[in-house]
């Protein structure tokens, strides 16, 4: 008699590849959530009403302490982002990969948590909206910044980020 195969983790599709962290399911009568964890990037999706996908409600991580990179300060918090004309800004720097899948999966008007981490009161500080889709990283290609890649390509960048805006 052959043994049951054991599933593995994160091979549900095309988009969970190579998939790892924590999941979390709760369910109850109206709604299903899946929160994926271990990441600088979170996201929890929401179904209701007969499974339809009503709208994705991603965690970003900032740090709102100076540190410094390459002798540039990598700090940016809501009240950087507050001071941003319009309130908008991009969300760049992202240098893991699947954190940076996750900036790829955000769609238009899915709203996200500025979560100041790394800081001595980590916590949810503010809402946001994605206001343009994922685009490459600028900071990738620049020699004088942190977040240069030496082995990404203009023609086929590794890296992308999102504007998003304070709401």
């Known amino acids: 008699m052959p043994r049951p195969r054991k599933r593995q983790t994160g091979t549900a599709g095309p988009d969970r590849k ?5 999941r979390t399911k709760t369910e109850n009568s109206e709604s299903t959530s899946v929160k994926l ?4 990037l979170e996201m929890t999706t929401t179904f209701k009403n007969g499974g339809k996908n009503l709208s994705n409600y991603w965690l970003m991580k900032s740090e709102p302490e100076s540190r410094l990179e390459k002798g540039i300060d990598m700090k940016f918090s809501i009240e950087d ?17 699947q954190a940076r899948n996750f900036l790829r999966a955000m769609k238009l008007e899915d709203e996200a948590f500025f979560y100041h981490s790394n800081c ?24 004088s910044n942190p977040h240069y890649d030496p082995s990404s390509k203009e023609d086929d960048p590794k890296w992308s980020m999102k504007s998003l805006i304070l709401f």
């Open 18 to 22: 190579k998939l790892s962290g924590k």
């Open 37 to 40: 964890e271990n990441s600088s």
């Open 81 to 97: 982002l507050k001071a941003q004309p319009k309130q908008t800004a991009c969300w760049d720097g992202v240098r893991n990969y």
């Open 120 to 143: 001595k009161q980590p916590g949810i500080v503010g809402l946001m909206k994605i206001v343009k889709e994922a685009y490459p990283d600028h900071t990738q290609f620049e020699k």
